[in-house]
C-alpha cells in the first residue's frame, strides 16, 4: 500500500450559518462537524493530514489539537487555491491524497475507503466521489464523453443549460495521485463566473493530458450533504441521529422514541438499557447494561453502572454506579462519585461529592465539596454548607451516620461514624462517633396564649 495523505478542506467563512461560531465547529450530534470527518479519516489509516485554516483559524486549531496538521489559507481564493496551500507540504510525495471538506459530517470512513479501492484498483490519476441527487441544483456537474468517461466538472454557475440538466453532481471528496495533483494545481486558473481557483478543474488539466480519470458514484449521497446553512445543520442532525440510535437498537438497546432521544457518537450503551424520550446523552458517556435513562434527562461526559434508574434528572461529568436510583428532578453535577445502590431522590443537588455504598438522600438536599460514607442517611432538606463567600470547604459524613432532616452542616466539619444529627440542628463543630448531636434552640410552649393574643 502506497502512502495516503488527507487534506481537509476548512477556510470558508461559512456566511449563510449567520453565526459568530465557525461554519465547522457547528455541532451536529454534539460533535463539531470538521471533528467527525477527522475521525472518519482517522479511522482510514493516513500517513499524515493537514487542515486548510482561514477565517477561525485559531479556533479550528483549538478543536483539533495535534490530530491533523495545520496549513493557513490567509485569503480564501477557491478550493484549487485552498489545497494548493499545502503544496509545501505534500507537493513531490508518492501516493494518494484524499481531498475532502469540513462542513460535511455524515460521510463514513466505508464511503471513504471504497473510494480510495477504486482508485487505487484503477490506477487513476484522479476519482471523484460522485452522486445522483434528485436535485442537482447548485452542485458542480460531472460532464461524460461518448465513451462515458469523465471529461471534466462544471460549476452550477458556469454551467450552460444543457450541462444543467446533468443529474451527476461532484461530491467534493476525491482521491488524487498526490504528484498528479500538485503539478496540475499549476495550471488552474481564475477564468471563471467566480473568480475562483477551482479544484475540479485539474480533472479537466488531467485529462487533456490523457491520464485516467474515475468516479466513484455513491448510493449514499445523505452522506455527502455537505452544511453550508442552518437548514442543512438540522438535516444533517436528524440523519446522524438516525443512524447512531439505529446502531445501538441493532446492539440491543430499546428507544421508546427514537426520534426523541439525542445520543452523541461517541457514547456507549450496554445491552438492554431502555431510554425513554426525551433524553441526551453526549460526549464521553457510558451507560451499562440494564439501566433505565429518562425520560427527560441529560448525561454528559459520565459513567452509568448497570441497571441504574434515572429519571427526569441532569449527570455531569461524574461517575454513578450499579443499581442507583436518580430522580425525578436531580442534579449530580461534575466531579461526583456515586457507589453502588444509592438514592439520590427528589430535588437533590450533588456537586464535587461521593456518595458510599448504599447511602441515601431522598428529598431536598444540597451536598456539595462533601465526602459520604458508605450507608449514610441524609434526611430531608438536609445541606453542606459549603460556601462563605469567598472559599469552599469541605464536609465529611462517615460511613453509618444518620443527618436529621433540615440539618445544616457548616463546613468544615466531620460528622463521624454512625453518628446521629438531629433534625433542624446547624452544626458548626464535628461530631464525633456514635453521639447524638442537638444544635437548635429548645421549644418553649405558652399555655393558652393564642386566647390572650385574641382579646
Ligand atoms: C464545491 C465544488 C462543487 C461541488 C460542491 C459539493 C468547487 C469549485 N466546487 O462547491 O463542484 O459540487 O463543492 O459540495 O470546488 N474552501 C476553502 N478555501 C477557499 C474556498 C473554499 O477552504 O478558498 C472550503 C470551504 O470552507 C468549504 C469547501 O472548501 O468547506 C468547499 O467550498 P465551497 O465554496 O462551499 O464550494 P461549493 O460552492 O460548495
Ligand atoms: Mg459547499
Redesign the pocket.
Known sequence: MSNRYAV???????TRMKSSLY??LHPVCGKPMVQHVVDQLIDINLSEIYT????GAEKVQEQLGNQTQFVL?E????????VMQASSSLSGKKGTTVVI????PLLTSNTLESLIQQHENENAKVTVLTAQPEDPT????VVRNSNDEVEK?????DANKDERKISE?????YCFDNEALFESLNHVSNDNV?G??????VIEILKSQGEKISAYITPNFEE?L?V?DRVALSKAEAIMRKRINREHMKNGVTFIDPDNTYIGPDVKIDQDVIIYPGTTITGDAKIGTGAEIGPNSEIKDSEIGHNTVIKQSVVHDSQVGDKVQIGPFAHIRPLSEIKDEVKVGNFVEVKKSSMGQGSKASHLSYIGDAEVGKDVNIGCGAITVNYDGKNKYKTIIEEGSFIGCNANLIAPVKVEKGAYVAAGSTITKNVPEKALSIARSRQTNKEGYVDKLKK
Not at 466538472?153 to 454557475?157: A, D, L, R
Not at 453532481?169 to 471528496?173: E, F, L, M, S
Open positions: 481537509i478542506l476548512a477556510a470558508g467563512q461559512g461554519k465547522v486548510i485554516v482561514g477565517h489559507q485569503e480564501q481564493l477557491g478550493t484549487g487555491h485552498a471538506c469540513g462542513d460535511t447548485g452542485y458542480g456537474r466538472i462544471v460549476e452550477h454557475k453532481i461532484n461530491t467534493g471528496t467566480q475562483e481557483y477551482y479544484l475540479p478543474d455527502t455537505g453550508n
